[in-house]
């Protein structure tokens, strides 16, 4: 348990810089909007939204991540601080750290799932039934073992 919550605020963080390559130039903005853009995209792609819908999305996803960036500088505080206590080997400070950590990582999840579920309400039944079905194969992706591993 202690090991995978150690590991949580770097899946945060990869979450967080997982966006497609852009030029030193490009404003962050850019970056941010292109990366919505090509999620969007795909949802448009798979769920076949109308323009609306993916101006609907768009703002939605905007409105998350703006949320969910003003997170990012207490997880990188938290990370530096975490690194000090195991240099240290401070367990109580590390507890501490992860605890908070814990908090924060359930916010950012809560951020997610809040922007999804209000994503879900403009979807018409047909697409809605495909999302699920995405979401279904996705979940079962993810829980699929590794080639050789055991469960």
């Known amino acids: 348990m202690k090991f995978s919550t ?18 030193p ?3 962050p903005a850019s970056r941010a909007k292109h ?3 090509d999620m ?3 949802l448009a792609v798979r769920l076949s939204l109308t323009p609306d819908q993916q ?3 768009r703002a939605i996803f905007r409105q998350s991540r703006a949320s969910v960036k003003m997170l ?3 997880l990188r505080d938290e990370r530096v601080a975490l690194k000090t206590a195991v240099r240290t080997d401070n367990e109580v400070q590390i ?12 916010q950012a999840r809560a ?5 999804m579920a209000k994503f879900y309400q403009i979807l018409t039944p047909d697409q809605k039934a495909k999302f699920d079905q995405l979401d279904m194969r996705r979940h079962q992706h993810a829980a699929a073992p590794a080639v050789g591993e055991s469960r």
């Open 40 to 42: 969007v995209h795909r």
């Open 95 to 106: 507890d501490r750290i992860l605890q908070q950590d814990s908090q924060l990582n359930a």
């Open 25 to 27: 130039q490009t404003a």
């Open 72 to 74: 990012a500088p207490k």
């Open 6 to 23: 150690f590991l949580l605020p770097f899946c945060v963080a990869g979450i967080l810089a997982a966006q497609t390559a852009v030029s």
């Open 111 to 115: 951020i997610h799932a809040k922007a």
């Open 35 to 37: 990366a919505h853009g």
């Open 55 to 57: 101006n609907q999305a």
